[in-house]
């Protein structure tokens, strides 16, 4: 049973920083992108930033292109997402994922399709 579980969300004001992680159990990460989206009150849950661990490839939506770095630590197989200069529009419940490789970049980080999710860590940005 594959288990994603979050931590390191919290409460920082605008221009802080944060490390979210996400520990991937038993999931093959060789063979899954893995990525964090972001969900606000009524409004759909975005990516922000994806990984295919297999090659390191990233992909970041534009608004946090140099401001959050997505890493992944193969010998604990654990997912982080450092964020700097963080703004209140960062705000939102951001959530773990995986996806199985047999899809694509698209079908995971724009559609948000994905095998596996987290519960989800809440981050709060205060102007």
């Known amino acids: 049973q594959v288990q994603l579980v979050e931590s390191g969300g919290g409460s920082v004001q605008s221009g802080g920083s944060l490390r979210l992680s996400c520990a991937a159990s038993?999931?093959?990460?060789?063979?899954?992108?893995m990525g964090w989206f972001r969900q606000t009150p009524g409004k759909e849950r975005d990516g922000v930033a994806a990984?295919?661990?297999?090659?390191?490839?990233?992909h970041y939506v534009d608004s946090v292109k140099g401001r959050f770095t997505i890493s992944h630590d193969s010998a604990k197989n654990i997912l982080h997402l450092q964020m700097i200069s963080l703004k209140p529009e960062d705000t939102g419940m951001y959530y773990c994922?995986?996806?199985?490789?047999?899809?694509?970049?698209?079908?995971?980080?724009?559609?948000?399709?994905?095998?596996?999710w987290g519960q989800g860590t809440q981050v709060t940005v205060s102007s």
């Open positions: 038993t999931l093959p990460y060789s063979r899954y992108f």
């Open positions: 990984i295919f661990p297999g090659s390191g490839s990233t």
């Open positions: 994922a995986a996806a199985n490789y047999g899809g694509s970049w698209y079908e995971f980080f724009d559609l948000g399709r994905a095998n596996y």
